[in-house]
């Protein structure tokens, strides 16, 4: 398995070339570049020649090219003529932030998202199964942004439990008390994340609740049922292992999702991490910054995939990847 | 009579359709002796595998019901509630399933599988019911049973899954097993090999087997009596060799007249005429073959039928049977 891991990891290279040349191809056909409009306009026409020169700007498409994308493989994205900082220093912030803040809401996607699916499957047409079902619909039917605006008016406005975005304080960061700090990170990360995990069940719920009905009427479990096994046996053993297969392998896939397409819960919530740095940056021009994401958004996405597989292979023993 | 192992009385199982119950068994009354072969032969929907299911009712309880009697070993099985039934259920009647391929669990090793019956009807330690397990796959004909035990079924071919599901019918070495069409998932070499091996076991427990088949050729290999079962009725009973020397009910006769004999110069097959009515469309009064022998007078059917024994132990249902001939034979 491992080999193909390896492979896989190989492959990663061409589409990695890909992807680059498409973004800088993109986002060189942007009118404009780091220098226009930003520049002091009494500056003399020489003197912006020569920075021109200086930063690289005059080169051929192909050179800048092969020196942009050699600096990612070094690690060196470049640098951001908006925050005029590199803008490996700036995702790397930002990074962290996004990073916990997904690892948050992927663990209460999953607290939220298999009991429930598992009780719609359980109590298929029971009022019970109804009521998550119209749950479902609602959270499916909901725009990420009307949701996010709700929970911010129900919960930080109007009843005040947690702050309204941002992701901590700053009179607590001047303290400076290590356990104080985190604990306000946590206490600024659960509004985004319980938004996040809300629409994040969804899927988890439909697929958990149609495996287990599919499940409960197969042939295995007639068979289980014709040996004597107890049905809470069956259910446990037969029914619940099989159904959670799938919703394992999906793991991975939410994990992409939140890393990557958060992008409107960060924005929303005003949280500092890598969606909303994606998103100023987009109305800001910043495309170095924009470049470098969308690499590191296609990174994430693949290996998440790759991670998808992996898992699948370990908790059903049919799929073996060769 | 002692040698009655489990008798069936007045079964019907009804099915819900839209608020509605249907009786896909409709009043079958069997009795099935201590070691014996004993076969139920019908064409696809005329309530075999729902009347075998019904014997520990199996079925889904929330769409069906099942009134009658089915007794065994003293006592009603139709009125246990569900973990008593589950102390029955595999250790004194075990069924096999039709499609191997699905009648095990994917993800579990065959090895436990088989254990799983031994877990909830012995005492057995680990260690024993390891080796019981792996003895059983021996005696199913495992070249390797160490091996198979430690298997996932998809690593199985479709003749040793089979194997396998024998395998775990037989764990608690049943009174009764109840193999719903075993061979019909199956290729015809494979077939074979697998009722050898069930009338091989059948001998050696001396345990009984109800057989659900539509393949004749399976009866005539197998079965010491044959039950003829046509839209949720037994239509003929009888012990197999009176059944294939001297068919007696149209319905008999017709499915003995389709099989093609090897070497018969025939343009077409002889098939039965129209299919079995759905439940909801299923006549409920008079002979219910009549509407697929629509040459024969009417008269000849009972208005109430019922069973007519032309030979000792040899049962027919409706009074049709007497005057019966086939369409191309004209009238008699």
Redesign the interface.
Known sequence: MWKTVLRRILILIPQLIVISFGVFLLSHLMPGDALSGRIDPSLDAAAIEAQRERLGLNNPWYVRYIDWFGGMLTGDFGQSFIHRRPVTEIIGERAVNTFWLAIVTLILTYLIAIPLGVLAGRYKGAVLDKSILIYTFIALSLPTLVLSILMILLFAFNLGWFPSGGSVSALIISEGNTLVILMNRIYHMILPAVTGALLGTIGIIFMLRANIIDRT????V??????????KVIFN??IL??SL?PAASGFSLVLVFQLTGALFIEMMFQYPGMGQLFFSSILMRDSAVINALIIIFSVIAAGGMLLSDIILTIV???IRIK | MDDILLSINNLRTSFRIDGQYYAAVDGVSIDIMHNEVFAIVGESGCGKSALS?SI?K?H?MNYTRIEGEVNFNGQNLLDLN??K???????DI??I?Q?PL???????RVGPQIE??LT??TNMNKKEKRDRAIKLLSEVGMVNPELTYAS?P?ELSGGMRQRA?IA??L?CSPKLIIADEPTTALDVTIQAQILDLLRKLQKETQSSIILITHDLGVVAEMADRVAVMYAGQIVELASANDLFKNPQHPYTRSLLASIPNVGEDLHRLNAIKGIVPTLMYMPREGCRFSHRTPWIDGSMHEENPDYHEVRPNHFVFCTCYKDFYFENEGGA
Request: hydrophobic share 30%.
């Open positions: 009427y197969s042939e295995y007639l068979m289980a049922r014709s040996k004597g096994v107890p049905s053993k037969h292992r099989n297969i059903d023993p049919r | 299911l520990t199996l889904n569900e973990s039934l589950n102390k029955v259920r595999g250790k075990s069924v399933f499609d699905t009648a095990l669990n994917p993800v579990i799983e019956s909830y009807h996932f998809h599901t775990v019918s764990a």
